[in-house]
């Protein structure tokens, strides 16, 4: 995932708190619609979930996010703000996001992002026989991997928990991600929970 907010304070802020959260790939940051929209554009450096500023220097949130829809179909777009957000309902283009959350609202904003992310990446029901073959081949360790992150653990905290160095985490983390066919961490836990395969 990545942010998009003028504000300096609030970057850190979101900064901070995502990357606490554990179950996020926290890519770039940055003040300036044209860095996101850009790094939005390029494969490389492309966000599953872009959060983003109401209110931003020159423009609005909602017209970056349609910008980088017209370019990119597949980012989902959580609008933050630091006021009411009930007045950007009916602005146009309020489609392109999947939600406006407070910036205040600590609970509510990483499960709203979660909540994002999922809505454009589980599987259909048609996969359940790759499914079932996924959940004999993980791991007791990979799947407790995954659930520690489920659980809102973060890295330093798994490693610590499970007596792993950093590179040992990590390998576990590829393996499960590789058997699950999940581009990331979200979509990995994302389909175990589906899966039932956590306890």
């Not at 907010?5 to 300036?32: C, I, P």
């Not at 454009?120 to 959940?135: E, H, I, N, V, Y």
């Not at 791991?139 to 809102?152: I, K, M, N, Q, T």
């Amino acid at each position: 995932m990545a942010v998009l907010d003028n504000d300096l304070l609030s970057l850190k802020m979101f900064r901070m708190l995502l990357q606490r959260h554990g179950a996020f790939d926290f890519l770039w940051d940055t003040r300036f619609p044209a860095v996101a929209v850009q790094s939005c554009i390029d494969r490389v450096s492309r966000p599953d979930v872009l959060l983003v500023d109401m209110a931003l220097d020159g423009t609005t949130g909602i017209d970056v996010c349609h910008r980088i829809r017209q370019a990119v179909p597949d980012v989902r777009f959580v609008g933050v703000t630091a006021y009411d957000p009930a007045p950007y309902d009916d602005r146009e283009h309020r489609d392109d996001l999947y939600a406006i959350v407070r910036k205040d609202d600590f609970t509510g904003l990483p499960r709203t992002i979660v909540d994002a992310y999922r809505a454009g990446s589980l599987a259909s029901p048609d996969d359940d026989a790759s499914d079932d073959a996924t959940r004999h081949e993980l791991s007791p360790r990979e799947l407790e991997v995954l659930g520690h992150y489920a659980d809102g653990r973060t890295t330093r905290e798994i490693m610590d928990l499970m007596g792993l160095s950093k590179s040992t985490l990590w390998s576990y983390e590829s393996r499960a991600l590789s058997k699950l066919g999940a581009r990331n961490r979200i979509e990995a836990v994302a389909k175990c929970v589906r899966l039932h395969l956590l306890p």
